[in-house]
Nanobody, 126 residues
Framework: VQLQASGGGLVQAGGSLRLSCAASGRTGSRLTMGWFRQAPGKEREFVAVIRGSDRNSFYANSARGRFTISRDNAKNTVYLQMNRLEPGDTAVYSC????????????????????WGQGTEVTVSS
């Protein structure tokens, strides 16, 4: 599985961006796909994910209410709509995928994801 992320950029606080991640290769509708981010000097952290088995969505507390994850199965693409962006959202956002459907208590763990795309940089200015 190959993942191609796009959509990052520079935006003012309060603005919006939409990230896209297109999967190719041995994809399937049951692929769990999501987003992680890493800010300078910080560890990678979970943002949001759609589980492949049941299409349930999971969000980090920092993302809930501002970000929306969705997917287009026909295009093998997952989107992250980010609204009301804050300077604290500045990071490199990476798309991740796995053929398994982790349980809720583990789905936020980056080490469970086998496939990773290149990052796309998001910068939010104050």
């Amino acid at each position: 599985v190959q993942l191609q992320a796009s959509g990052g950029g520079l935006v003012q606080a309060g603005g919006s961006l939409r990230l896209s991640c297109a999967a190719s290769g041995r994809t399937g509708s049951r692929l769990t796909m999501g987003w992680f981010r890493q800010a300078p000097g910080k560890e990678r952290e979970f943002v949001a994910v759609i589980r492949g088995s049941d299409r349930n969505s999971f969000y980090a507390n920092s993302a809930r209410g501002r970000f929306t994850i969705s997917r287009d199965n026909a295009k093998n693409t997952v989107y992250l709509q980010m609204n009301r962006l804050e300077p604290g959202d500045t990071a490199v956002y990476s798309c991740a995928a796995d053929t398994t459907s982790p349980i809720a208590s583990q789905i936020r763990l980056p080490n469970l994801y086998e496939y990773w795309g290149q990052g796309t940089e998001v910068t939010v200015s104050s």
